[in-house]
Structures are given as C-alpha cells and as structure tokens.
C-alpha cells in the first residue's frame, strides 16, 4: 500500500513522504524522504531510505532506527530532525 | 595587504550549465586548483531549480514550463524550489578550513548572508538575516540561499531578487492543495520583496552585482579580482552539464 505525507516540521521545514508499506505485519517496503530539508552529507537521505526498509511501523522503533543511523553516519539535519521524521511516517498512516 | 579572492561574472546561462559551473568550481577548489570564487549569474531563459531532496514532479508543473520557456534542474544543495528570472544569483565557493569560515553550518550561514546584506545596504535596503537560509526586508523575503559541503570545499548559493513575479512562479510550481492555492499566492505576495519593490527603480544586474562585490569585499574584508574559469573549470563544466545536470536520472532522482 503506497501513502503519502505533507508535514511541516515545527520550525523547520516542509517534508513530504511517500511509503510503501506492508498492511500485514505493518513494516516499511520502501519509503522516500522529500522535501526543502537540509541534510548532511546529502547521501545521508539515500542511506537512511535503504535502512528504514523493513522497519515496524512502531514509533519507538521508527525512533530508534533513525537515531541510530544518523548516529552511525555522522548526519546533520538542518529544517528536519527525527521526531519529524517520525511524525511525517505516521501521518502517512492516518 | 588584503587576500584576493576570483570574482566571476557569468550572465545568462542555462541551467544547466549554471549548476555545472558552481559544481566545477566546487572540484577544483577542493583540488587545490582554484582560488576562494565568488560569482554573480543569471539564467537565460528562466529556469526553477528544485532542491537536491524534493521530487521535480511533485513540486513543478513540467507542462507549464514547457509552454512558457522555462527550464529546469536539480541542484546540489537542498532547500527548495526557486524560479530564477529577474535576479542576481550569486555562489561562493570556499575551503571548509578557510579561516574566515565557520565551521559551524548554520553560523557560515549567518557569515556569508552577512555580505548580501552589507551589498543591500549599499543599495539603501536595510536587510537582516532570517534563519535558516533567508534575508528579509519588513519581514519579507529578498534572498535565500542554499549550501552544501563536499571533499572539504563549501558551495552557498543564493539568490537576491531585483523584481519577483509571484502569479509566474505559482505557475510553475505545484502547490500541496489546490483549493487554497489563492490564498497562497496572496500569503506569498506578502511574504516576499524585492529591490525593484522597495526602490521602485529598475535596478540593473550591474549595479546589484556592483553593490553585491563590495558586500562580500567588507564582509571577509578581502578583494575581489575579477577572473575567468581555467580550462580546466570549462572542460569540467562541459561534462558535468552531459552526465549529470541535462540528465533525467539526476533531474527525476526524487
């Protein structure tokens, strides 16, 4: 099922989302982060799609995952940051 | 005695030769191969630049810019989409170790703004810097830039705006809700300014450009030198328009 955000991060900037999910066990197939964002490195984005994959719909979950990878990767997110990440997700759902 | 930084002015270029030249001038400052740039432009014909995250279906109307002559790329640097059309856009590219540039994002930011709005005042328009990316005048916006930082060279670009045609730009670019597009377009005629509105002068991509030097001039308290792109910066230019700016692929990456 492919479904598609338009959220607003509180003080930040705007990021649209599109995810393909899985209705049965409510995990990521594919999603894609856009949006007037700032994010370094740039290929940040890219990395943090392909690691999202397979991910449970589940927002402490979501949370962790995100935390973890801009973590591993060094990423500074400038207009965007992980609870909008989050938020933007599950507006998808609603 | 002062250092002296290249100053580049490049009018009316396609977009994507405009990206492949900051692109250029990017590599060859990260190689040690060219000096701190500084460079004024224009797009011939009007182009929207869409930033390096958003989807170039989701944001632009493709038909519509191919009724009116407009074009379009992708650029290095997030942020949004921009319609360049009566302006000066500017790009400055410098070493991440530079001293006079912070190492801190959002503080080089703030410095490099800063030269812009010393060029505004030279210009008579008292302007301040709006973080993230923006410099407003009452509250509206006259500028926005964008940076991105890669193999330790910094590359902002922006754009300084001499006259702004709203109803066109909202043309062009799609908006998330149609219904109150309206309402938009009138929340944007708010939002945004320009020289030609605040002086109510034709001001001419000259004397912006003029102003626009001494502004980065006393900002980094260096001299700017007018220069040209090496060969080498042409050559790199040439390729980066071929295998990346004119291309699909990169244009409808997102």
């Known amino acids: ?94 | 005695m002062k250092e002296k930084w290249r100053l580049l002015k490049t009018e009316d270029n396609s977009a994507f030769t405009n990206m492949a030249i900051d692109r250029a001038v990017m590599v060859e400052n990260g190689k040690d191969k060219a000096p701190p740039t500084v460079r004024f432009y224009t797009w011939k014909p009007p182009a929207i630049s869409i930033g390096y995250f958003q989807s170039l279906k989701e944001e632009v109307d493709l038909e519509v810019c191919k009724n009116l002559g407009v074009e379009y790329v992708r650029r290095i640097t997030g942020g949004g989409a921009v319609f360049h059309d009566k302006e000066l856009t500017y790009s400055i590219v410098i070493s991440e170790s530079h001293p006079l540039v912070p190492k801190n994002i959002l503080e080089s930011y703030r410095r490099i703004c800063g030269s812009i709005i010393r060029g505004l005042k030279h210009l008579w328009i008292e302007s301040k810097y709006a973080p993230i990316n923006d410099i407003i005048v009452n509250n509206k916006k006259i500028s926005g830039s964008a940076q991105t930082r890669k193999s330790k060279t910094v590359l902002q670009h922006g754009t300084v705006l001499i006259d702004v045609d709203v109803d066109k730009m909202f043309k062009i670019l799609k908006v998330p809700n149609e219904k109150i597009k309206d309402k938009l377009i009138a929340d944007v005629k708010q939002r945004v300014t320009s020289i030609k509105h605040i002086s109510g002068n034709n001001t001419s991509f000259n004397d912006v450009a003029d102003a626009m030097k001494i502004g980065f001039e006393e900002e980094f308290g260096i001299e700017l030198v007018n220069g040209d792109l090496t060969r080498k910066e042409i050559d790199l230019t040439k390729k980066f328009e071929k295998e990346c700016f004119s291309t699909y692929e990169w244009n409808y990456r997102r």
């Open chain 1, 1 to 94: 099922m492919q479904l598609k955000s338009v959220y607003k991060i509180p003080n930040g900037k705007l990021l649209k989302i599109i995810l393909d999910y899985n209705s049965k066990n409510k995990s990521i197939n594919n999603i894609s982060i856009t949006g007037d964002f700032f994010a370094y490195p740039e290929e940040s984005i890219d990395i943090m799609e392909e690691k999202l994959k397979d991910t449970l719909l589940i927002k402490e979950n979501l949370f962790e995952k995100i935390n973890s990878v801009i973590k591993k990767y060094n990423i500074e997110f400038i207009g965007l940051d992980a609870e909008g990440l989050v938020e933007g997700i599950f507006r998808c759902l609603k």
